[in-house]
Structure formats: C-alpha cells, structure tokens
Nanobody, 124 residues
Framework: QVQLVESGGGLVQAGGSLRLSCAAS????????MGWFRQAPGKEREFVSVITWSGGITNYAGSVKGRFTISRDNAKNTVYLQMNSLKPEDTAVYYCAAVRTLGLPSDGRLYDYWGQGTQVTVSS
C-alpha cells in the first residue's frame, strides 16, 4: 500500500515556475514507477510525465517537453515536477500516481495508487 500526498500548487503568472512535490508513505517507494497527470475543468485526465523507479529514465507529454522536469529522491520518498515557462493552458489539478512496472506507462488506468491532487492555476 502506498499513500501519496501532492503539494506545491498555486497561482502563478504565465512564464513563471512552480515545483510540485509528491510525498509517498511506505518503505517500498523506490520500487515504484511514478507518474504525473493533470485534469483541467471539463477535460479528461491527461498524462504529463513519468519516471522509472531508479530515476534513470523519464518521459514527457509533448505539450510539456522542454518546460517540465520530473525527478525523484528515493531517500526522501518524494517525486518532483519542476514546471517552468508555465502557460495558461497548464492550468489543472495535478496528480501523482504510482505503479510497480518496468515500463513507462502514460495510461492512467495502469496506475494503482493516486494522490488527492494539487491545483495549479496560471494567469495570463
């Protein structure tokens, strides 16, 4: 069982930056692939980024590539999402999720554990 708690969301102007954190409970965090997803009002949840258990491999949605960076600190049981050059279209609730897999799944249905989400609002 893994419990996930996101933090770091807020209101920022376009072009600004935020760093989201996702703190995980449990001693097995380092065995989980971690993903970030987001859901804007009236839209379906979409994949943002994913990182393997070791942190050695990452993947990004095309819409955030070059602007967002995912990382993890297994000693702190935490995964991060650094978001730079934010745009109004990045406004959404951001969720972290965990799954035990060797792959880099972008399909949210494959993830086993989810946090409660943190709101990110980017003003123009």
């Amino acid at each position: 069982q893994v419990q996930l708690v996101e933090s770091g969301g807020g209101l920022v102007q376009a072009g600004g930056s935020l760093r989201l954190s996702c703190a995980a409970s449990g001693r097995t965090f380092s065995t989980y692939t971690m993903g970030w997803f987001r859901q804007a009002p009236g839209k379906e949840r979409e994949f943002v980024s994913v990182i393997t258990w070791s942190g050695g491999i990452t993947n990004y949605a095309g819409s955030v590539k070059g602007r967002f960076t995912i990382s993890r600190d297994n000693a702190k049981n935490t995964v991060y999402l650094q978001m730079n050059s934010l745009k109004p279209e990045d406004t959404a609730v951001y969720y972290c999720a965990a799954v035990r897999t060797l792959g880099l799944p972008s399909d949210g249905r494959l993830y086993d554990y989810w946090g409660q989400g943190t709101q990110v609002t980017v003003s123009s």
